[in-house]
């Protein structure tokens, strides 16, 4: 019989590799949609995917993980994986990135159901969501500028 005493050790690994002042700041929506469709033309009209912006507090870009891939016309999404990689990567922000194959670029019901457990989860830890959006092949949506967050 297993000793249930014995828990499996976890170990996390953290190496920050550049300068704070070589690592690009987010300054703006816009910002994040350069940044994030530059690797985002293969799949961006196929499938939804899910991606989150990891940020230092005063916005510069740690990494970007891409954690979840779904179908057609949406993507399952786990709140304790995304904040299981911004608590790994030190990240003091987040900003919540996804498609719309389709190219409508409304958010939805279900996003904006996901975006509200996103920040309320991020309240308690105090790792903020800073913004959540919505990209197409073509444009972008911003619920920060739309004051939707």
Same mark, same amino acid.
């Given at each position: ?60 870009? /740690? ?6 891939? +779904?179908? @057609?016309?949406?993507?399952? %999404?786990?709140?304790?994986? *995304? ?30 159901? /996901? ?6 989860? +991020?309240? @308690?830890?105090?790792?903020? %969501?800073?913004?959540?959006? *919505? ?15």
């Amino acid at each position: 019989m297993k000793d249930l005493y014995t828990l499996n050790e976890i170990t996390v690994y953290y190496a920050h590799k550049e300068k704070v002042s070589d690592q690009y700041q987010v300054k703006c929506s816009k910002d994040v949609y350069d940044l994030v469709i530059q690797d985002w033309r293969s799949d961006i009209d196929y499938r939804e995917s899910f991606k989150v912006l990891l940020l230092t507090r005063s916005n510069r870009v /740690l990494g970007i993980a891409n954690l979840f891939k +779904g179908g @057609i016309s949406g993507v399952v %999404v786990d709140v304790k994986m *995304i904040y299981q990689v911004a608590l790994t990567c030190n990240a003091s922000g987040v900003i919540l990135i996804h498609n719309h194959p389709s190219g409508n670029l409304m958010a939805s019901s279900e996003d904006m159901k /996901l975006t509200n457990k996103v920040t309320e989860a +991020g309240k @308690i830890m105090d790792l903020p %969501v800073l913004d959540h959006i *919505i990209v197409t092949s073509e444009s972008y949506l911003s619920m920060a500028d739309e004051g939707l967050l």
